[in-house]
């Protein structure tokens, strides 16, 4: 198989020194919305008030059902999506202040190259362009994808499978990106002097010394968010749009393109978000995942009408010559990507010089939850009251997961897979723009696996970012 030149490697390495190098105002502490006093709210349960304003939930406290779980989910969201230009209004179409949770760390920042230690709290996944504007970097084209010095993409897969192609394509043949973020409690914990986590040597002598991995909790009792980690899917617009902007959070990106191995540059649409949060509550986290009303049809039903990201109703196939260092079969072969095939992983990869990305037909497999679907409805409701501009009235909570007995840190196991029990609900859970080919499981039954950097069973606390940590370079 041909090697490409170290252009696509170089351009990676280049972009994570860029990360550390040019910064936005340094945020010294965790961004929060000092807006406690808001009158803008909605009761979103008997006993339950969500609040419209910035200050991220610590615990959820006891979750006597899935209502209340569903509404703290809601809180999250409303806080982490608050505008850090507090002369803005939530969620207002095209604005260019970042929000709460675009102030938290990228992977790629917190965990450079050769076990090195990431640069302060508050810098930024950033590049500084010509017009010295500041632009996120986005170079996975699948969840957990980074770049291999081969030809192809190393795709490790949204969630599963493992060993298959698992970019996503949208509407207008462009593929979904990802990235992912962690909060600042997390940044604290992963490079305090004791651990320095972000090398992967610290992880394994630790926990071959016998002790685990204990991630922050969350705890209202002293003021401490805990740890945090968000991962979000964009679209990548076109020019011009053919989606309404002013129903998507929307941000400029530089892409570092699969295909080419270049950077450019591009408009992105926020499509989906999952938000996971370790408390004294819930020590084995919760869950929470929402996505954009327009990605897929609400029901499993195939409908005659309507346009949608992620799925097409006039759908035709599409047959296509992939060369065989992109094919599956790792031989010439002519594709066909059939239209009635919904949720199936693409027959081809992505990689310098090879084929293009193109639609991939989703639907979704489990219906949202009707008790996902009245706490949506009540606070979109709400959402269009207060702010009848916001484009958060069109993103909708999938689901959350979460612990009715939680099993607590000290009974955690070394080892992998972890222990969840009780856990709700009882039913698949799947964002249609992130667990795509992995819709009859949760997320859980992946992290119960995470590990920490160099693919051993040593538990990582449920958190996959700890496994991308590398050792530093031996002389």
């Known amino acids: 198989m041909k090697k490409p030149s170290f252009l696509l490697v170089g351009i990676v390495l280049m972009s994570i020194i860029l990360f550390a190098s040019f910064r936005n105002k340094k945020l010294t502490a965790e961004y929060v919305g000092y807006t406690l006093n808001s009158t803008n709210s909605c009761v979103c349960t008997t006993f339950d008030t969500i609040y419209f304003q910035g200050n991220v939930p610590h615990d959820s406290g006891v979750l006597p059902n899935q209502t209340t779980a569903n509404c703290f989910a809601w809180k999250e969201f409303i806080a982490l999506n608050w505008p850090t230009d507090l002369s803005a209004s939530f969620g207002n179409p095209n604005s260019k202040s970042l929000v709460a949770w675009e102030t938290y760390m990228t992977k790629e920042v917190l965990l450079p190259p050769n076990g090195q230690a990431p640069p302060p709290w508050g810098s930024k996944h950033i590049i500084l362009n010509k017009s010295n504007s500041h632009k996120r970097v986005l170079m996975h084209s699948s969840k957990f994808t980074n770049f291999s010095d081969t030809i192809t993409v190393s795709e490790t ?15 207008n043949n462009t593929n979904v990106w990802y990235e992912v973020l962690v909060n600042k409690d997390e940044y604290d914990y992963i490079t305090d002097p004791k651990h320095q986590f972000y090398n992967a040597d610290k992880q394994l002598s630790w926990t071959q010394s016998g002790k685990q991995i204990h991630l922050p909790q969350g705890n209202n009792a002293n003021d401490t968010i805990g740890a945090m980690e968000i991962k979000a899917a964009w679209m990548e617009l076109s020019d011009p749009p053919t989606v309404d902007v002013d129903r998507y959070k ?16 591009a408009a992105i649409a926020l499509i989906g978000l999952h938000i996971i949060h370790k408390t004294v509550s819930q020590p084995t986290w919760i869950w929470a995942t929402f996505e954009h009303i327009d990605n897929v049809p609400l029901s499993t039903d195939s409908p005659s009408s309507g346009s949608y990201n992620l799925y097409d109703v006039s759908c035709t196939n599409k047959t296509m010559k992939i060369p065989a260092a992109y094919s599956k079969t790792k031989t010439d072969t002519t594709v066909t990507i059939n239209c009635n095939d919904a949720n199936v992983s693409p027959p081809y990869y992505l990689g310098l010089n090879g084929p293009e990305p193109t639609q991939i037909q989703v639907k979704r497999e489990t219906p949202l939850d009707p008790q996902s679907i009245n706490v949506n409805t009540t606070v979109q409701t709400a959402i269009k009251k207060y702010y009848p501009n916001s484009v958060f009235q069109y993103y909708e909570l999938v689901d959350v997961i979460w612990s009715s007995n939680p099993t607590y840190d000290q009974d955690q ?3 992998t897979p972890l222990k969840l029990t009780s856990m709700n609900p009882n039913n698949n859970v799947a964002n249609s723009s992130m667990e795509t080919f992995a819709q009859a499981s949760q997320c859980i039954d992946c992290h119960k696996f995470a590990s920490i950097a160099g693919k051993r ?8 970012v700890l496994s991308s940590a590398t050792s530093p370079v031996q002389d």
């Open 250 to 265: 929307t941000s400029e990106a530089i892409l570092l393109d699969p295909i080419t191995g270049k950077q450019r540059t």
């Open 413 to 415: 196991p070394d080892k």
């Open 157 to 171: 897969g949204q969630a599963a499978p493992g060993n298959a192609p698992n970019w996503l394509g949208a509407h």
């Open 457 to 464: 069973k040593n538990a990582s606390d449920f958190s996959f």
